[in-house]
């Protein structure tokens, strides 16, 4: 009797010991997860900073844009973090802000004039979303206008995929391009290398595609 009571309390304590061990070991995680976001919050807000000081050389126009492009990555983040979205979805489209971002600051500082063209950023599989007859890749070239709506500006590549970037051309340009077409014959898919100047200094950016 004796020895079957001495083994319950060992059993009790041995029970005890475990449920401790359990405990500090799930604390020990949480803890360890509250540093890792709190870490990733510091970086993310370092990277904020970081941006916003680089966007001080810039005037007000490309500043709103590339702020427009800050508050669209807080929104897929933020669907991410509720999971709404999936893992590839959120890829694509943070990729797609990261290119749009790259893009605006290259014409920004090449033209050093606070404008941009209405920017689009689709990859290869996105063609259709733009064109009803996709134009084959080997045949862009920088400068290019495809349908008398579209300059092709480059290519930007994020994370190893590749993004298209073009310039969506204002109403005043798309005209100026089909008078000086219309005594040309022809069907199809047009496309120019000549480029057309902008008339409308102040059209605005297109919105990134909504998350």
Do not use: W
């Amino acid at each position: 009797m004796r020895g079957s009571c001495h083994s319950i309390i060992r059993g009790a304590l041995l029970t005890s010991a475990c449920a401790g061990l359990v405990f500090v070991c799930a604390d020990s995680v949480v803890a360890q997860r509250g540093r890792g976001n709190r870490a990733s919050t510091a970086a993310a807000q370092r990277a904020a900073r970081a941006a916003e000081r680089e966007e001080e050389e810039f005037g007000p126009i490309v500043r709103a844009y590339l702020g427009y492009l800050r508050a669209q990555q807080e929104v897929v983040d933020d669907r991410a973090s509720r999971r709404e979205v999936n893992p590839a979805y959120y890829l694509r489209n943070s990729n797609r802000i990261k290119a749009l971002r790259r893009m605006a600051v290259q014409i920004a500082r090449e033209t050093e004039n606070d404008y941009l063209p209405e920017l689009e950023a689709v990859s290869l599989d996105e063609f259709d979303t733009l064109f009803d007859e996709p134009p084959k890749p080997a045949s862009l070239s920088v400068g290019l206008v495809l349908n008398y709506t579209f300059r092709y500006l480059g290519a930007v590549t994020v994370n190893r995929e590749k993004f298209y970037l073009f310039a969506r051309l204002d109403p005043y340009e798309q005209a100026e391009l089909r008078k000086n077409a219309a005594p040309q014959s022809g069907a199809g898919t047009h496309a120019s290398s000549q480029p057309a100047a902008s008339t409308e200094p102040n059209s605005r950016p297109r919105r990134v595609n909504s998350p």
